[in-house]
């Protein structure tokens, strides 16, 4: 079992950044790729970015590419997402989650989910 956390939600004006962290606890953090969903209300969960637990390959949905970065850090079993130049239409709850299996852009390709932090983006 993996326990994840977020945290770093708010609002924010357009242009503005916030970085989200998710805290993982459980098994080794280090073994897991680890990817970002948000999901605004009425709308399906959709992928945001994710990264292999090298933390050297990333992936990132067109829609936030140049706009968000997703890192770790293994030692204390943290991976961030770092958002720049916020869109009212990022407005969503980011949620953070974990997959052994490998990197994946589906929701059913992570086993383990956090319960989300809400991110609201004014115009």
């Known amino acids: 079992q993996v326990q994840l956390v977020e945290s770093g939600g708010g609002l924010v004006q357009a242009g503005g950044s916030l970085r989200l962290s998710c805290a993982a606890s459980?098994?080794?953090?280090?073994?897991?790729?680890m990817g970002w969903f948000r999901q605004a209300p009425g709308k399906q969960r959709d992928f945001v970015a994710a990264?292999?637990?090298?933390?050297?390959?990333?992936y990132y949905a067109d829609s936030v590419k140049g706009r968000f970065t997703i890192s770790r850090d293994n030692a204390k079993n943290t991976v961030y997402l770092q958002m720049n130049s916020l869109k009212p239409e990022d407005t969503a709850v980011y949620y953070c989650?974990?997959?052994?299996?490998?990197?994946?852009?589906?929701?059913?390709?992570?086993?383990?989910w956090g319960q989300g932090t809400q991110v609201t983006v004014s115009s």
């Open positions: 459980g098994r080794t953090f280090s073994n897991y790729a």
């Open positions: 990264i292999r637990w090298t933390g050297r390959i990333t």
């Open positions: 989650a974990a997959s052994p299996g490998g990197i994946g852009f589906r929701v059913y390709d992570y086993d383990y």
